[in-house]
């Protein structure tokens, strides 16, 4: 089945950078756009970037722009969130995420805490 396994996230202060990861498994990596997510405490769970499967096209939610750059290796099946610049509002819970038709699959997320 669909696994997605997020890792790097943590306690970071203003100003820092973090790198995020997402190991996908058992599906065709390099055919589906990936996306990450975040959802912060009292807050719905909102689209941060995403990705195109082959071309490498990229969308970013307007608050991260020029800060953030999502990146995939197809060759590792894994996708990337580089996130600059950090500020306290930045702090969620951050989701890998595949959508194979109608089909929404997640992983069970990383926390990341921006705080002096």
């Known amino acids: 089945q669909v696994q997605l396994v997020e890792s790097g996230g943590g306690l970071v202060q203003p100003g820092g950078s973090l790198r995020l990861s997402c190991a996908a498994s058992?599906?065709?990596?390099?055919?589906?756009?990936m996306s990450w997510y975040r959802q912060a405490p009292g807050k719905e769970r909102a689209l941060v970037a995403r990705?195109?499967?082959?071309?490498?096209?990229?969308d970013y939610a307007d608050s991260v722009k020029g800060r953030f750059g999502i990146s995939r290796d197809n060759a590792k099946n894994t996708v990337y969130l580089q996130m600059n610049s950090l500020q306290p509002e930045d702090t969620a819970v951050y989701y890998c995420?595949?959508?194979?038709?109608?089909?929404?699959?997640w992983g069970q997320g990383t926390q990341v805490m921006v705080s002096s």
């Open positions: 995420n595949v959508r194979r038709g109608s089909i929404d699959s």
């Open positions: 058992g599906f065709t990596f390099s055919s589906y756009p």
């Open positions: 990705i195109s499967n082959t071309r490498g096209y990229t």
